[in-house]
């Protein structure tokens, strides 16, 4: 028998559900912590979620230390150093996160630099990890692509910082808080869920675990992705596609990046479209070279997003490639809902560039001819795209 | 950095939510006291709680609350709302007001509650337990039997309770619970 | 006796490198009418020629070096050339203005432009006369300076354009030097240096250019320079102390970058003064020839001759890193030169480093308010050694590797110059649409705003028409080709301007901007180019007609722009400008540029996501053949 080693970590407490909101302040006295500091994105605060989240604090006893409302997309030490200031200075005891990744990216940096009582993070830029526990973290997400910020790495500044303190204490999804603002967001954060989740899947690192979260994702994108795309503020459909994507970014966290995820955001780096848009584009090609290089698919997770009954009329042999294409089907339906048919359009210095990027990335497990090699495929039509017959779908 | 620009938050008070819950804590808790009197299967279980036992059910973390002790007579008895200079050995409390409304205008019932870790419980999980069932028995009494199917985990049938016991002591509940003896924990509380 | 060319030769001396061969083409008149000369005429040579997506420091990129139809004939300030290419610092075309010798050396070879293909594989420099080119190996200049490499390639004409080590080096903002004026922006210099290119000199003196309409010129001409003699900006405050009359201006409208774009004006910006400069160095002029404004200077500094630095440098290389002594500020700008390197972009990069090393993102010395290091950051970058390669690269390259995104201040790659949006707005929706990146050149709206006072600065109503019109026109007065600053007397000076009280003025163009800026009188321009090319004209049509080839010029370059990538997405400002209020402001003001861009956007023709639409296109005639 084939002995099992592997290693897992699913730091936060997940909260879902109705009046998931109103139990931060107990997480906190359950922390030790009584008076958070608020690190919000602008947009969340637009949209007067700051309001529902101090509501959820009424009758706490907690005082908030203050909302600092002045993320945009963008994580860079200036707003952390800020928040770090103001969070000495109002002598908080925990952060909160409310918005997407930049905002969770903020909280995280600047509770490096009041865990450390440091003004810089110089040392763990150079490649230095947290020496203690940081302060308590609560992370809110809302919006499209926050949920996917729930794992172990800080990106600040363009760079990715790993550690296992990096996890939230807490994720909150909240049905008042969780909604997607657009049917692009929605779009977006489903691909990105997807991503983390199929590249868990994928990983050569096989813990039961990580496909366990892994899986659990698939198959809640699979049974809401269509209902969500049609309605994104539906809540119904918009929270279980928030806690998949919370779900899939901590199997994410446990397995190496996925060379769409690596390259997609390379590319975004390069010319400032989402990383989103390459992922939906860049999947499908993806795929077709891990089948061309006979790499066995795990079609049985895979076949998770398309259900019970599709998995139990798959003849075995056929499990990769159908799994392969429920994938696909998901992701075109998702990227549907974006406009730009991306890679033809970037220059191909770029595109090379990005791919000498993405493989010097550190834990990655692919070079840069592979990920050439995959966006060249992506130029073309993909087998995929055609039904056994031959027939176009 | 202006840090004036991002001013501290003392977060307000729901003030009718806080109220509502109050009075099904008094309610609740003087048909604990009038239940333990009446019905057999609480009194059963009351026995089975060490003397002098102390708990209380509220609202974490500023009330309302209900207390109830067993007192030497075997006898369960409502203190009131004030937890201040009681030794409590059982501290159930709701983790928010937000789901102590749901709970308690039966939108969730207590077992769900407990399933969807609305509860904390500082104590002994027995005993905690054993509560949970008075509770359950006395809303059985204390509310129409539309509301209660709601509220508790399981509604017993008309073999369990026929209707004319249930009638009878739910009109004995009401009395004692309503009697001199609310204004007697009232005052005591003032 | 010279040979003579009456208007424009219309020919084109195209070269490729690789070969070492040379070619002729011609302008197509319809061209000519369509697009003028000058960056008109360079963008359209290069739309029919660039393939889109190439890489610009590839050998497929392409240079291209155009002149205006006024060059030769005498028109002040007219001795300006274009050159226009894919920049490699931002991606996209960026198209320049130069007033040095080499222009007009080329022209009175006979040629109207020059593009320039593929790569040499060893160093070369060009020489061209009126028989053509002939291709001159540069091993021995390689290496060298702009000003000794200059003198090298001038004893085989009358005029130069040369590049430094920066460009040799590949530093991505690299410029070009002619004369002691340079080619400075978006790294053109780059794009020679990736062709193995060091030089291109031209003969010169071949030709007299005459215009066809002699006498309608000439009165014209005379028109022209009374007007410029007539301005107090022209003639008076610019002519004595240059651009950096402007100082004083910029910090009490706080505009004025002071540390990264943390202020707006600063106690000791005096200093820096062109008129404390002017005083303390004894300045003479040094300027593009011909010119009648007289810009530019040079004066006696640490007791050598050198040219002044222009408002730019001194702001991007001086206040903006804190740094408010003009002696070392010139120290700075002697190197930039020598190394041929955009003093804008130098110091914009510069202080990106140390504000990315005071807040710990890099390691380095340097800091704020002091001059230790800087000449030695300078030098590396130059010549790519230690942490200049980094910089080399420009702020949005090293703040992708290093972060720091949110403090780098640049558009679309391209380093902003002097000018602070956050006390003018209608200069932020111009730094974020212009063609080229961050440019001050494209619209100029601090001088409505915050100059003259024309418009009220943290007004939005009828910004995004303003910014559009002046776009039109400087893309017009760029393609003429004459210098932007006769802009001032040109609309200053005609008699219903000049007599109108100037809270009139304001009140009108703030509020009635459509008419205001329709009724000023701007035929002077259209009039000069029609006596050379000959063409008779109605003078409001004729402004129409030339507001109109501006557009077509700019709206070109937007769709050669939109072919590399551009979109909405790119039409943006630093996040310091669009989030962070400044001291010096009463109440914390930041620029709103998403209400002025969706209107832009309509005025321009574009759609939502800022691409030209078909209808804009076709109206305007871009992408027909013409004959
Ligand atoms: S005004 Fe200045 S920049 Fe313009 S042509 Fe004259 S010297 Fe050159």
């Not at chain 3, 001396?13 to 369509?34: K, Q």
């Not at chain 3, 739309?47 to 291209?64: A, E, S, T, W, Y």
């Not at chain 3, 920049?87 to 075309?93: D, N, R, V, Y």
């Amino acid at each position: 028998m084939q002995t099992l080693e592997y290693e897992f970590i699913a730091h936060p407490r997940i909260l879902y559900g109705d009046c998931s909101l109103e139990e931060i302040p107990a997480e906190l006295a359950e922390n030790d912590a009584c008076k958070p500091l608020v690190i919000a994105s602008r947009e969340a605060v637009r949209r007067k979620l700051g309001k529902t989240l101090i509501r959820a604090f009424y009758d706490s006893g907690c005082i908030i230390g203050g909302i600092y409302d002045e993320v945009r997309d963008y994580a860079g030490i200036s707003l952390a150093l800020n928040a770090a200031q103001l969070f000495r200075k109002r002598g908080c005891d925990a952060f909160i996160a409310l918005g997407d990744r930049a905002a969770a990216d903020i909280a995280r940096a600047a509770n490096i630099l009041v865990s450390h009582k440091t003004d810089t993070l110089l040392p763990f830029f150079n490649g230095e990890t947290p020496s203690r526990r940081l302060m308590p973290f609560i992370f809110v997400p809302t919006c499209c692509t926050g949920a996917s910020a729930a794992g172990r790495t800080l990106f600040i500044d363009n760079r990715r910082l790993h550690s296992d303190y990096y996890f939230p204490d807490v994720v909150v999804t909240d049905r008042r808080m969780s909604l997607p603002c657009s049917a692009r967001c929605a779009a977006e954060s489903a691909i990105l869920a997807m991503d983390n989740a199929l590249w868990s899947i994928i990983d050569d690192n096989q813990s039961p675990m990580k496909n366990a979260f892994a899986h659990a994702a698939l198959k809640l994108i699979g049974d809401n992705l269509s209902g969500f795309l049609k309605r994104p503020r539906d809540g119904k459909r918009a929270l279980p596609i928030a806690n998949a994507g919370v779900l899939a970014s901590i199997a994410a966290a446990n397995a190496r990046p996925g060379i769409v995820r690596v390259l997609g955001e390379e590319l975004e780096k390069e010319t400032s479209i989402p990383a989103a848009v390459f992922i939906a584009n860049l999947t499908p090609a993806a795929l077709f070279c891990i089948q061309k290089n006979e790499s066995p698919l795990p079609g049985d997770l895979l076949l998770a997003a398309a259900g019970m009954d599709a998995y139990a009329a798959v003849p075995t042999e056929q499990l990769g490639r159908r799994g392969a294409e429920a994938i696909i089907e998901m992701f075109e339906s998702a990227a549907n809902e974006i406009p730009e048919a991306a890679i033809s359009r970037i220059p191909a210095h770029l595109l090379a560039e990005a791919c000498n990027n993405a493989a010097s990335r550190e834990m990655v497990n692919f070079g840069a001819d592979d990920a050439m090699a995959v966006l060249e495929m992506a130029r073309q039509e993909m087998p995929w795209q055609t039904h056994d017959n031959g027939e176009r779908k | 950095m202006n840090i004036d620009r991002y001013p501290e938050i003392r977060p307000g008070k729901k003030v009718f939510k806080k109220a509502y819950a109050f009075v099904v804590l008094l309610v609740v808790g003087r048909g604990i006291e009038a239940a333990d009197r009446v019905d057999g299967e609480v009194k059963d279980i009351v026995r089975g709680l060490p003397e002098g036992f102390t708990f209380s059910l509220g609202v974490a973390p500023s009330g309302p609350w209900m207390v109830i002790r067993k007192e030497k007579s075997g006898k369960l008895r409502y203190l009131g709302w004030r937890r201040f200079g009681k030794t409590i050995e059982l501290d159930m409390a709701i983790r928010n007001i937000e789901a102590a409304f749901r709970i308690f205008t039966f939108r969730e019932s207590t077992a769900q509650a407990h399933n969807n870790g609305r509860f904390s419980v500082n104590g002994n999980l027995p005993n905690a337990l054993a509560i949970m069932r008075i509770m359950d028995i006395a809303e059985i009494y204390l509310l129409p039997k539309i509301i209660a199917t709601l509220a508790v985990k399981r509604y017993p049938d008309r073999r369990e309770l026929p209707p004319g016991r249930k009638h009878f002591n739910r009109l004995r509940i009401y009395l004692r619970a309503f009697s001199p003896g609310l204004f007697r924990v009232v005052y005591r509380n003032l | 006796m010279k040979k003579e060319i009456i208007g424009t030769s219309n020919k084109v001396l195209e070269v490729d490198l690789a070969a070492r061969r040379f070619w002729v083409s011609e302008i197509p008149v319809g061209d000519r009418e369509l697009y003028l000369g000058g960056k008109g005429m360079g963008l359209k040579l290069l739309f029919d020629r660039l393939k889109p997506g190439i890489d610009p420091l590839g050998k497929d990129n392409i240079l291209v070096l155009t002149m205006g139809v006024l060059m030769g004939t005498g028109a002040p300030c007219s001795g300006r050339f274009e050159a226009v290419t894919k920049s490699p610092l931002t991606g996209i075309m960026v198209t320049g203005s130069c007033g040095g010798p080499f222009g007009m050396a080329l022209k009175t070879s006979g040629w109207d432009a020059m593009v320039i293909h593929g790569k040499a594989d060893e160093p070369v420099f060009v020489c061209v006369d009126s028989g053509g080119a002939t291709f001159a190996d540069a091993a021995g200049i390689w290496g060298t300076g702009t000003a000794a490499a200059q003198d090298t390639l001038l004893a085989h004409g009358s005029g130069a354009m040369v590049i430094g080590q920066a460009g040799e080096n590949l530093v991505r903002y690299a410029n070009i030097r002619s004369g002691s004026r340079f080619l400075g922006r978006g790294g053109i210099g780059t794009v020679m240096g990736s062709k193995n290119l060091k030089g291109i000199v031209a003969k010169g003196r071949e030709y007299k250019i005459r215009p066809a309409d002699k006498k309608r010129f000439d009165r014209a001409n005379k028109r022209f320079l009374a007007h410029i003699n007539n301005n107090p900006v022209t003639a008076g405050s610019w002519r004595s102390y240059g651009t950096n009359a402007n100082i004083r201006i910029s910090n009490a409208a706080g505009i004025l970058p002071v540390r990264n774009f943390t202020a707006g004006s600063h106690g000791q910006a005096v200093k820096i003064s062109g008129e404390t400069m002017a005083e303390k160095f004894d300045t003479r002029h040094d300027v593009c020839k011909p010119c009648a404004i007289l810009c530019g200077h040079r004066g006696t500094i640490r007791g050598e001759k050198r040219h002044i630095p222009e408002y730019e440098t001194v702001t991007l290389l001086g206040s903006n890193l804190g740094i408010f002594d003009p002696e070392i500020i010139s120290d700075f700008n002697e190197l930039c030169a020598e190394y041929g390197m955009d003093t804008i972009s130098t110091g914009g990069t510069i202080a990106w480093a140390m504000e990315a090393a005071e807040k710990g993102l890099i390691e380095s010395d340097l800091r704020f308010g002091s001059d230790e290091g800087i000449a030695e950051t300078i030098t590396d970058i130059a010549f790519r050694r230690g942490q200049g390669a980094m910089l080399a690269d420009g702020s949005r390259m090293a703040s992708k590797t290093y972060g720091g995104e949110d403090f780098a201040m640049h558009v679309k790659g391209m380093e902003l110059p002097g000018y602070d949006p956050r006390g003018a707005f209608g200069q932020g929706l111009s730094y974020a649409t212009a063609n080229r990146g961050g440019c001050h050149l494209s619209a100029y709206m601090v001088g409505v705003e915050a100059m003259f006072g024309m418009a009220d600065p943290h007004a939005l109503r009828w910004k995004p028409y303003m910014v559009k019109f002046m776009e039109d026109i400087f893309s017009a007065v760029n393609s003429l080709h004459i210098c932007l600053f006769t802009a001032f007397a040109v609309f200053l000076e005609p008699p219903l301007i000049r007599f109108t009280p100037t809270f009139i003025i304001r009140h009108l163009n703030q509020n009635f901007s459509l008419l205001a800026l329709n009724l000023m009188d701007a035929s002077l321009w259209p009039e000069l180019w029609h006596a050379v090319v000959g063409k008779r004209y109605i003078p409001y049509l004729g402004m129409r007609g030339f507001y109109k080839a501006g557009e077509r010029a700019h709206v070109l370059e937007r769709y050669m722009n939109i072919r590399e990538g551009i979109a909405k997405k790119d039409d943006t400002l630093p996040r310091r400008l669009l989030d962070e209020g400044r001291t010096c402001d009463h109440e914390a003001k930041t620029v709103p540029l998403d209400s002025m861009l969706k209107t832009y956007y309509r005025l321009r023709g574009y759609d939502e996501n800022g691409i030209p639409r078909e209808k804009t296109l076709e109206k305007l005639g871009i992408g027909k053949q013409t004959k």
